[in-house]
């Protein structure tokens, strides 16, 4: 999943690292003894987090908080941080920030610390329902940092009808043609697809993929483009009258900017924080974690990026203000939880990489 | 003391080209030619689960690309940096000419005017075609206005193709404009001189002598025409890809870097085999002439 930053930014100024590839190092899956004590100042942390997902004077709180050095690596996609994080040795990276998706398969590759509860007791701020997403029950060896879902934004003022269904968006009335814009990241891009089709968004079953292809290319003429980052932008200027949108997206302050979740469900992601098994720094990692679920650290991610966070201490302290004009943040957390937990599909996630370059691909 | 005078010479000849050649020789061998290897040698694997490669070989990168999908895209993205560099040669000699015709002081500024808009970032300059093209944008509102719109510009190959246009047509003009300016004008008169109406002397003299120039010229606009993949992206909306966009998404998205390498391979392959092309016509165009 892209951030803030429009993706052609970021891919316009993209080097390439071509570094050559190991396996995955096996390493024993015991955790690491650590200490309660330890003298934090005479630890340092390397974070790497998408731009503008922290904020800005982070390492100046840390720093007068725990008393130790933190350097914030900056990756623009999933992507980037896994190839970084799989290549093999010392990534010198301490806490990552992946979805949750990402954060079960580094785990499965045994590249995770399994996280030390008594050392992060601000853990108590969080709801209950951040225990139970799918690719990591309990929350064994990640921490949700944001968590959502994705549904329609659209233009209340430009829709004859609201829409209700992913079907508005699959088979879209002749008066939105041109209108629409639909996300390109091969997991959002297969989701309004197999939901309508009643399919799990994890299927690997290449018979349900192919029917799903064939309703993405039925719409591909439809579409006014393939959009992750700026639909925001377009719905404003009415260029787009409903886009596929992660809730956090949708700038629902604006006048007649609607939020919808589609009947038949969608997903659920998480972004979450863990802790590199390779990481010297362990106990420093464990505090940074907790000092991130502090409420006035944590709230600081919904009230400047607008995800909803899964800190309930934090979610309570918010201007009732922003919620009503960002209703989609006041989504209760059971109502999330009905919402299908993107995960880990292993070697079958090449058939949604396969799926989304035959449909990009296609003219 | 004359024994010793020609390898004294030698060496310092030597020294002189190290000095001159080899920091540029030296940079690009480290990064044009190790990478090139990296590429060619990763088309050969299997690719790892999140980017990288498997160090198992095979050969089915290869076969992948006989896929009609792919080629569909190949085809398709050499089609619009054809027309691109057509449309840049039409609109570029006439334009080079008239520069090489105007009084030296005036050339100096029609210059600057051509590199002008390389002085702003690429990406703001491709935003600008957005505003300038979108539905609710400035062109539409005013075909609007006059009761003859919306009408459909932006996220078509025409967008794509305006936009390439914009961006690689002073790669044009600049080698047209130096191959133009450098013909000998007495052969001109001569042609006058001999009875030659202008069209004529422009058909059987200019021309063909400016022949390297437009050559140039247009294997400069085809090459990052083809390769490009901002501009599919942000005036194409992503509904049609070509091949620079193909290649990025395998390296960026579908973490395929051997698939990607192989792509990257095919487009160097095209390139290598059109400069080869370019090299043999100009010999030959300057030895007829």
Known sequence: MTRRAPVAVASACLA?????????????????????????????????????????????????????????AIHDTNETIMAKLTAGGDSGIDVAFVSGQYAQALNAQGLLEPLHADLIPNLKNLFPEAAQLAYDKGNTFSVPYTWGTTGLCYRSDLVKTPPTSWSDLLNPPAELKKKITMMTTERWLALPALKLLGA???????????????????????????????????????????????????????????????????????????????????????????????????????????????????????????LE???????????LLKGESLIDLGEASTMYTRLSTEVSAAQ | MTGTGPPVAAVRKAAGRLVTL?????????????????????????RGRFGGVVHEPTGENFTRLADPLYLDVVFGSVKLAVITTLLALLLGYPTAYMIAKLPAKWKVIALVAVVLPFWTNFLIRTYAWIVLLNSEGMLNSGLKALGLGPVELLYTDGAIV????????????????????????????????????????????????????????????????????????LLG???????????????????????????????????????FAQAWAARRAGRDA
């Open chain 1, 16 to 72: 390439f690292t071509l570094t050559a590839c190991g396996g995955a190092s096996t390493t024993d899956s015991a955790p690491a003894t650590l200490d309660a004590n330890a003298d934090l100042s005479k630890q340092s942390l390397t974070i790497s987090i998408w731009d503008g997902y922290s904020p800005k004077d982070l390492p100046e709180r840390v720093k007068a908080k725990l008393g130790f050095d933190t350097k914030v």
């Open chain 1, 200 to 322: 799990s968004v994890n299927t690997t079953d290449q018979a349900v993929l192919d029917k799903a292809k064939q309703m993405l290319l039925k719409v591909k003429p439809d579409l006014l483009a393939y959009d992750d980052t700026t639909f925001g932008d377009r719905l404003k200027s009415g260029e787009a009258a409903m886009a596929e949108a992660w809730d956090g997206w949708c700038p629902t302050a604006e006048k007649n900017i609607k939020f919808v979740v589609p009947s038949e469900g969608s997903d659920l992601w998480a972004d979450t924080m863990v802790i590199l098994k390779s990481s010297r720094n362990k106990e420093a990692a464990h505090a940074f974690i907790n000092y991130i679920l502090d409420p006035e650290i944590h709230g600081w991610v919904a009230q400047n990026i607008l995800y909803k966070i899964p800190n309930k201490v934090a979610m309570d302290a918010l201007d009732p203000k922003l």
């Open chain 1, 325 to 335: 004009s960002y209703p989609a943040l006041a989504q209760p957390p059971a109502e």
């Open chain 2, 22 to 46: 080899g920091p540029g020789f030296g940079f690009l061998t480290v990064f044009l030619l190790v990478p090139l290897a990296l590429v060619l040698s990763y088309t050969v694997f299997r």
């Open chain 2, 162 to 233: 305006a936009g390439l246009l914009y961006a690689y047509l002073p790669l044009m003009i600049l080698p047209l404009y130096s191959a133009i300016e450098r013909l000998d004008p007495s052969l001109r008169e001569a042609s006058a001189n001999l009875g030659a109406r202008p069209a004529r002397t422009f058909w059987s003299v200019t021309l063909p002598l400016s022949l390297p120039g437009v050559l140039t010229g247009c294997v400069f606009v085809f090459v990052p025409s083809l390769g490009n993949f901002v501009i599919p992206e």
């Open chain 2, 237 to 275: 909306g992503g509904r049609r890809i070509m091949v620079g966009n193909l290649i990025r998404d395998q390296f960026l998205k579908a973490r395929d870097w051997p698939f990607g390498s192989v792509l990257a391979l095919a487009v160097i392959a095209v390139l290598v085999l059109l400069l």
